[in-house]
């Protein structure tokens, strides 16, 4: 049994080739979100010959923050990487994972870097706070298992790529981490590669809804002060981003509106 288990979310697999595919070389928890609910235990052999344990469970319900909170209620490892279908993972991420874990004693989620990210990461290792938890890609993030089972955290199911309310999953989950004294770290310890990207499951164009949803999600793990700073802090700072399809004061009109709204208000609709 690996020290590390992958908890890798997909859509619609007819079996479980990706742990070959991925380069899986530790144990594995594949939840594949489809039309049947069932799950089954596997093995398989990686690259190196190296046999490993895994989980293929099926599911009917839908969003990526269900996908991930099923994995972690499946897993068994003593660290757990959050991972998705387009990745490819170093031969040595297992040892890499659990060699830093073993160094970082203390810590309780430690960052790792993704080749091809879009995120801009520190060069250095360091501590994440509440402002670098902002530049984390839920890719990156490995967990000792124990520490968010007995700290009660998952991923906010109504936030990210399924719901309709934009992103900020990983933020909440780094910040639900933070705020329950957990420690996070960074290292910049390439673990895997992003291959062919697949296109958004939420990001549609720098629209009134994105704002909107931005605003929202900020609000919901930064508190309603902080995500009205914030707010004006990426309509000045970011404009380079958007304004083209909307000017800074649109932008930060739409995120005040979401910031205002506690829970999401269903049916909501943006003028064109």
């Not at 398989?44 to 969003?63: E, N, P, W, Y």
């Not at 660290?79 to 060699?99: G, M, R, T, V």
């Not at 909440?172 to 420690?183: A, H, I, N, S, V």
């Not at 707010?231 to 304004?243: E, G, V």
């Amino acid at each position: 049994m690996s020290r590390v288990e992958v908890l890798m979310s997909c859509m619609h697999e007819k079996d479980c080739r990706l742990a070959q595919t991925s380069n899986v070389c530790s144990d594995l928890v594949l939840v594949n979100q489809c039309d049947l609910d069932e799950k089954k235990e596997f093995s398989f052999a990686d690259q190196q010959g190296g046999l490993h344990r895994g989980l293929f469970v099926c599911s009917t319900r839908r969003g990526l923050s269900v996908s991930r909170n099923t994995a972690i209620e499946h897993a068994r490892g003593e660290f757990c990487l959050i991972a998705d279908d387009d990745e490819l993972f170093e031969n040595d991420y297992e040892a890499q994972i659990s060699k830093t874990f073993d160094q970082h004693s203390d810590c309780d989620v430690i960052a790792f870097r993704i080749k091809g990210s879009t995120m801009r990461t520190p060069s250095k290792a360091c501590r994440i706070g509440y402002l670098k938890a902002l530049r984390i890609s839920s890719l990156q993030i490995a967990f000792r298992r124990e520490s968010i089972v007995k700290a009660g955290i998952r991923f906010d199911e109504q936030m990210g790529s399924g719901t309709g309310h934009g992103a900020g999953e990983e933020e909440k989950f780094l910040y639900d981490c933070l705020r329950k004294g957990l420690r996070i770290h960074y290292v910049p310890i390439t673990i895997a590669t992003l291959q062919n990207r697949h296109s958004s499951g939420w990001f549609k164009g720098f629209t009134p809804r994105y704002f909107f949803n931005r605003g929202w999600a900020t609000r919901r793990f930064m508190g309603w002060p902080m995500a009205t700073l914030y707010a004006t802090y990426y309509a000045l700072r970011k404009k380079n981003l958007y304004q083209k399809d909307m000017s800074p004061w649109r932008a930060w009109k739409y995120m005040l509106k979401g910031v205002s709204h506690k829970t999401y208000p269903e049916g909501i609709t943006f003028e064109k």
